[in-house]
């Protein structure tokens, strides 16, 4: 159980690194031009619709950018869940219970995260797998 402890962790742990490289990546393209393209849809969407209220253009930007942020957020949370599966994998051999909780917690931040079901998975299969006690092997018996 050792061995798909340690893959499950190492491919969990390397998938949500990637997975936070594109949340930060996407949350910071948010943040700087997100304004930029919702003018041009604020546009479209007045030709259709004539919404009262006048200029709300700061609003707009607020929300926009705490969506970034929020995003940004998520991804660092998929990063800390990433580097706990990646560490908690590498641990499998010489303390497999702290490496059990390690990959318990890193499923619980790859839900909050959104990063989804399947990382959660991963980490928990690899973290239940790393607490499950291995059978000792049975001395062979001998002849008398």
Same mark, same amino acid.
């Given at each position: 159980?050792?061995?798909?402890?340690? !893959? +499950?962790?190492? %491919?969990? @742990?390397? #998938?949500?690194? &990637?997975?936070?490289? $594109?949340?930060? =990546? *996407?949350?910071?393209? /948010?943040?700087?031009?997100?304004?930029?393209?919702?003018?041009?849809?604020?546009?479209?969407?007045?030709?259709?619709?004539?919404?009262?209220?006048?200029?709300?253009?700061?609003?707009?930007?607020?929300?926009?950018g705490m969506?970034? !942020? +929020?995003?940004? %957020?998520? @991804?660092? #949370?998929?990063? &800390?869940?990433?580097? $706990?599966?990646? =560490? *908690?994998?590498?641990? /499998?051999?010489?303390?497999?219970?702290?490496?059990?909780?390690?990959?318990?917690?890193?499923?619980?931040?790859?839900?909050?995260?959104?990063?989804?079901?399947?990382?959660?998975?991963?980490?928990?299969?690899?973290?239940?797998?790393?607490?499950?006690?291995?059978?000792?092997?049975?001395?062979?018996?001998q002849p008398?």
């Open positions: 159980m050792r061995k798909a402890s340690y !893959v +499950l962790g190492m %491919v969990g @742990g390397c #998938l949500a690194l &990637v997975g936070a490289v $594109l949340y930060i =990546v *996407g949350g910071l393209f /948010i943040v700087f031009t997100g304004t930029l393209f919702f003018d041009e849809i604020m546009a479209i969407i007045n030709n259709f619709v004539n919404l009262p209220g006048g200029s709300t253009n700061w609003i707009n930007t607020f929300v926009i969506g970034g !942020v +929020l995003i940004v %957020v998520l @991804g660092v #949370l998929c990063a &800390v869940a990433g580097i $706990l599966g990646l =560490v *908690g994998a590498r641990k /499998i051999e010489k303390n497999n219970v702290k490496a059990g909780v390690l990959m318990l917690v890193a499923a619980g931040l790859s839900l909050i995260a959104g990063f989804g079901f399947f990382l959660m998975i991963l980490f928990l299969l690899g973290g239940i797998f790393a607490l499950v006690k291995e059978k000792s092997p049975e001395p062979p018996e008398q």
